[in-house]
């Protein structure tokens, strides 16, 4: 530490190149975050996010073969790690003749994986909403999935937004594994330029910093959504 | 205009309902009173297939339901929308306002034009004296005030019959009287009405006829006057005497 610190700041020309290191990389890695890291985010989280609810409903519903499929699939995602599901799906299928492009089979694996783990979350808020509340929807007349998606969901939403918020957070970091599949997102970025240039700590703290900023403006996007969920509490 | 023949309703091994019959003249309140676990609020929820009859014929106009064999869904979405349900606990929508609490019904189920939906729940606001508290989430009204807006929501989706629930058990006493009043009001227009309530003054003021059921089955039906001057059983009579 003490010797890294002093290697930077006794010789000048090895602070100028460092500074010159750290300039030149933000761009790529900006871009990697910008082209990559942050759509894989926001697709992967969507997708998961409806496979999550069709899970929960399915969890909860009283067909048994639903019931069954669903719990399968959670136990199965919950149960192996995501980063041996993403070289199942980028390295494995191809054995089949089932070939998927590298951004393709990261979106795959980080879905399958949000879905089941938000499922539970999605499955809780909606046990949490009182009974009442479905009864009062079909005694006016509505269908099960007009309760669903006018009374119930809503509802669900606010009691889930800090759960979902921590995976999705979770989400943008795990994302980094896709890196490992080929996905040129901002830490395969990172790693290809510490190996051109063997800075690896500049790099990959300077990445880690990214990482960081992206989460906060998230966090304060999800205090000001529960505020304005909050407004009828 | 309705009627309810051999109804039964089960809960596991639980019977609850023990062959129920009564007719419903058009225009007529009935209240129901009896002792809790008597099978009054079950029955009341079978008239809106809140919960599923074991055995039974429900009829409301011309619609009748016959659960002795399978029901298909749709005719039990038409057939709830004969009927408009008044909960103990008024199960308002929390993130909904009053106006659009009222307007939920019209708008999503029946699809009518919002504009219009809107003056009308407007109207059946300022109907149960809420007219000043339309924009109001159910958290910023009181007991009294929710459950008005839970008769309005209901009336909204112009039901042939109301149900109410025991509407005004959990409310505080004060505000009993601005609910009931809004009972009788509509009482005295004609609608058509099965009450179950532990409220004896609004059972003999309102009340074309009430039903005294205990252990699942109707013990004894007849004029307010008569059944609370003048009890015919042994049962109606210990029940009325040990809550007056």
């Known amino acids: 530490m003490k010797m890294y610190l002093s290697s930077i700041f006794a010789d000048p020309e090895r602070t100028a190149r460092l500074i010159d290191i750290a300039q030149s990389s933000f761009l790529p890695l900006l871009k990697g975050a910008i082209f990559y890291t942050i759509p894989l985010t926001i697709i992967t989280f969507i997708v998961g996010m409806v496979l999550a609810i069709v899970t929960a409903l399915a969890r909860i519903s009283h067909v048994r073969i639903f019931q069954i499929i669903a719990r399968i699939y959670v136990s199965a995602i919950r149960g192996t790690p995501l980063l041996v599901q993403l070289f199942i799906i980028f390295y494995g299928l191809p054995t089949l003749g089932i070939i998927i492009d590298s951004y393709l089979a990261a979106v795959i694996g980080f879905s399958l994986s949000v879905g089941a783990y938000t499922s539970e979350i999605i499955r809780a808020a909606i046990l949490s909403t009182p009974k009442g509340q479905w009864e009062a929807g079909y005694s006016i007349g509505m269908s099960y999935s007009q309760v669903l998606r006018r009374i119930i969901l809503p509802q669900a939403a606010r009691v889930s937004l800090p759960p979902l918020s921590n995976s999705f957070i979770s989400l943008v970091k795990d994302t980094s594994l896709a890196s490992l599949v080929l996905v040129s997102e901002m830490f395969r970025k990172a790693q290809e330029i510490a190996a051109s240039n063997y800075e690896f700590l500049l790099v990959y703290s300077e990445a880690a910093l990214i990482y960081w900023v992206i989460c906060f403006i998230l966090s304060v996007i999800q205090q000001m959504l529960e505020k304005k969920l909050d407004r009828y509490v | ?244």
């Open chain 2, 1 to 244: 205009m309705i009627s309810i023949q051999g109804l039964y309703k089960q809960f596991g091994k639980l019977e609850v309902l023990k062959g129920i019959d009564l007719e419903v003249e058009k225009g007529n309140v009935v209240v129901v009173i009896g002792p809790s676990g008597s099978g009054k609020t079950t029955m009341l929820r079978c008239l809106n297939i809140l919960e599923t009859p074991t055995k039974g014929v429900i009829s409301i106009e011309s619609q009748t339901l016959d659960f002795s064999g399978t029901v298909p869904k749709k005719n039990i979405a038409a057939f709830r929308r004969l009927t408009g349900m008044v909960f103990q606990s008024y199960n308002l929508f929390p993130h909904k306002t009053a106006l659009e609490n009222v307007m939920e019904g019209p708008v999503i189920v029946k699809n009518e034009n919002k504009e219009s939906a809107r003056k009308k729940a407007q109207t059946l606001l300022e109907k149960v004296g809420l007219g000043d508290k339309i924009d109001y989430y159910p958290v910023q009204l009181s007991g009294g005030q929710q459950q008005r807006v839970g008769i309005a929501r209901a009336l909204a989706m112009d039901p042939k019959v109301m149900l109410f629930d025991e509407p005004t058990s959990a409310l505080d006493p004060e505000l009993v009287g601005e609910v009931l009043k809004v009972m009788k009001d509509l009482a005295n227009e004609g609608m058509t009405m099965i009450v179950v309530t532990h409220e004896m003054r609004f059972a003999r003021e309102a009340a074309d006829e009430v039903i005294f059921m205990d252990q699942g089955v109707v013990v004894e039906r007849n004029k307010p006057e008569e059944i609370f001057t003048n009890p015919k059983e042994e049962r109606t009579r210990k029940f009325l005497n040990m809550i007056q």
